[in-house]
């Protein structure tokens, strides 16, 4: 199975050779489960099926109820990466608490330079953008020499925020892998 990596779960990451990046302009639609700002009060159930996001997207980020792992949509089919740092497939009757997707349809293609972290990852992000197009969807193929990547244990009731989540998660190192990046650049700041 073709590796699957969020820029959400990315903490650093070395390109070894140019990849592609694909953007999505803000005329395009976005359809959001939740907010980050109920994940962070762990609210983790949700009442949405995947089933039912597929009707609204086939590229996006995410998690699965339970706040269990990370969720990445790419080409109509939906992943869970658990904490085990495995990629499952999602079906349709599981449920989301959180999740943002949007038809991907790309209106423009660059190729990236060579980077060798997250921050110049973002710089080369930021000159090829048009700040006025956010927020977008961006898709990365390439060949990747390092990526340090992280996801969440499933979390049990009572549910602790999402703060306190993340002091549980796991973190993996990839090392010469080939593969895809899901993300978005929206208007908030990045983080790395």
């Known amino acids: 199975m073709r590796r699957i990596l969020s820029i959400l779960v990315i903490l650093f990451i070395v390109l070894a050779a140019s990849g592609l990046l694909y953007t999505q302009s803000a005329d395009h639609s976005i359809f959001q489960v939740s907010t ?96 006025s197009a956010k927020p977008c969807a961006i898709k990365i193929e390439g060949d990747f020499r390092y990526v340090k990547v992280r996801s969440v244990p499933r979390q049990e009731k009572p549910y602790p925020g999402v703060e306190e989540a993340l002091k549980h998660q ?12 899901v993300g978005s650049v929206s208007l908030v700041t990045w983080t790395a």
């Open 170 to 181: 796991t973190v993996s190192e990839l090392k010469n892998v080939r593969g895809t990046l």
């Open 36 to 131: 980050w700002h109920a994940l962070k009060q762990g609210m983790y159930d949700g009442e949405t099926t995947f089933g039912e996001l597929k009707k609204h997207g086939d590229f996006g980020l995410g998690t699965v109820n339970g706040l269990d792992g990370e969720m990445v949509a790419l080409n109509s089919e939906f992943f869970q990466i658990k904490a085990d740092g495995r990629v499952y497939s999602i079906t349709d009757d599981q449920k989301t608490p959180f999740a943002v997707v949007t038809f991907f349809r790309p209106d423009k293609k660059f190729t990236l330079p060579q980077v060798s972290d997250m921050k110049g990852l973002q710089e080369a992000l930021d000159r090829m953008l048009d700040p």
